[in-house]
Structure formats: structure tokens, C-alpha cells
């Protein structure tokens, strides 16, 4: 397998936690990126397999697909053990439930501020910061009688937590009043296909000059 990811993707970074987690050996392109002038000019490969010209971009033998999500998909498919669907039809269509709203419906929130960091005083940034901090409370209901999203560790751990460090980075931090969310973090933070992927992008981060949140920072130190 041939993964093409960003420095600074999330949703490649989903895929990339997801391949470690699987122990499934892949080769990473990371494409060509910096703080100017983004992902300009598209990786011709990602621009060909894509045409939303985005990573990441799965490449398995002359499988070529592209999206976080049905990478997710194939990777169970073709790497069933060790599962990161849960067992059962009803929980894995809350898990999947999970994967999507954080990628579509948190994850929105979190694009509006990328736009709005020298006006986060603004209405439309205060209510995209509202409208993440809700989320987090739909969050933490899920986890009252668990230790991950979906009773095992999932692809709807992998998908929030990545979507959430990235809220993190805009302004929108978890707070006191949703403990088990904090200790979810932590948890998710210390697994070693996290930390593999989320090192060098901290990294990459902080050799740009761009703020690293504390909270995930002491995490990944430890």
C-alpha cells in the first residue's frame, strides 16, 4: 500500500493512525506543502486519483481511492484483525455515526475559525466556538459507561480526536466540564499509532512557528 498525507492534513492523518493501528505496512508520500502557499501546485498523482485534488489518497496494487472515510472502509476490510469497527450492527452504525458527525458536522465549525483567528471576537467566530463546545458535551455523554467513543477503540476515536486537536489549534479547547472527554484525550493521545503520526506533525508545527496545544503537547511528551 501507498498512502500520499500532508503535514498539517487531518484527514490523512486518519488514515495514517488507521495503518499503524492495523499493522498494515504501507510506504508514506507526504506531498509537497508549506505555510504560504498550502498544498499549490497539487501533487500531480493526488490531482490524477482525486478530483477533489486532495489527500489522502489510497494506492493498493490498481485499487486507487481517495477520502478518509472509505480508506477507513477498505482498511477493514482488508486488515480485519485487529477490528476498529465494533461487533454488532447497531454499534457499528453509532461508531460510524460518530466518524461522520465529527468529520461533518464538528469538523465545520473548526474550518470557519481557521478563517476568523484575528477576529475571534467576531459573531460568526463566537458562534462557530459555541457551536464546537456543544459537540464536545454530545461527546461526553458517549463516554459515561466507556472508554472509547464506541466501547473498544474505533475509527471514531481516530476521527475525533484528530478533528478535535485541530479545534484545539483554532480556539475551541476542552473544558472542566467534560472530564471524560479530557481523559479520553490522554488515552487516545498515549497510543503508539497516535503518537507516530501526531509527533511529526507537532513538530512540523513548532518548526514553523505555529502554537501546539499545551494539553496534547504533555500528553505526547509523557
Do not use: C
Not at 504501507?26 to 502557499?37: A, D, I, K, R, T
Not at 447497531?90 to 460510524?96: I, N, V, W
Request: charged share 25%.
Amino acid at each position: 500500500m501507498k498512502l500520499y498525507s500532508g503535514s498539517l492534513s487531518m484527514f490523512g492523518a486518519k488514515a495514517q493512525i488507521a495503518l499503524h493501528e492495523k499493522g498494515v505496512a504501507f510506504e508514506l508520500e507526504m506531498v509537497p506543502f508549506e505555510m504560504g502557499h498550502l498544498y499549490e501546485p497539487k501533487h500531480p498523482e493526488v490531482e490524477r486519483i482525486n478530483p477533489k485534488r486532495q489527500v489522502p489518497v489510497l494506492v493498493h496494487g490498481e485499487l486507487e481511492i481517495f477520502d478518509s472515510t472509505q480508506i477507513f472502509e477498505y482498511l477493514e476490510d482488508v486488515a480485519p484483525s485487529p477490528p476498529l469497527w465494533p461487533p454488532g450492527a447497531a454499534a457499528r452504525a453509532r461508531a460510524r455515526l460518530i466518524e461522520h458527525k465529527s468529520d461533518e458536522i464538528y469538523f465545520p465549525h473548526i474550518i470557519r475559525l481557521m478563517g476568523l483567528q484575528d477576529r475571534l471576537d467576531e459573531p460568526a467566530a463566537i458562534s462557530a466556538r459555541d457551536s464546537a463546545a456543544r459537540f464536545y458535551h454530545e461527546i461526553e455523554r458517549e463516554l459515561v459507561d466507556r472508554e472509547y467513543l464506541a466501547q473498544s477503540f474505533s475509527f471514531a476515536d481516530i476521527a475525533f480526536y484528530m478533528a478535535q486537536f485541530f479545534g484545539e489549534r483554532m480556539g475551541v479547547p476542552l473544558i472542566e466540564s467534560t472530564p471524560l472527554l479530557l481523559a479520553w484525550r490522554d488515552r487516545v493521545s498515549h497510543r503508539r499509532a497516535v503518537r507516530a503520526v501526531l509527533l511529526p506533525m507537532v513538530d512540523f508545527l513548532a518548526q514553523n512557528g505555529r502554537p501546539v496545544p499545551s494539553p496534547i503537547s504533555r500528553a505526547l511528551a509523557t
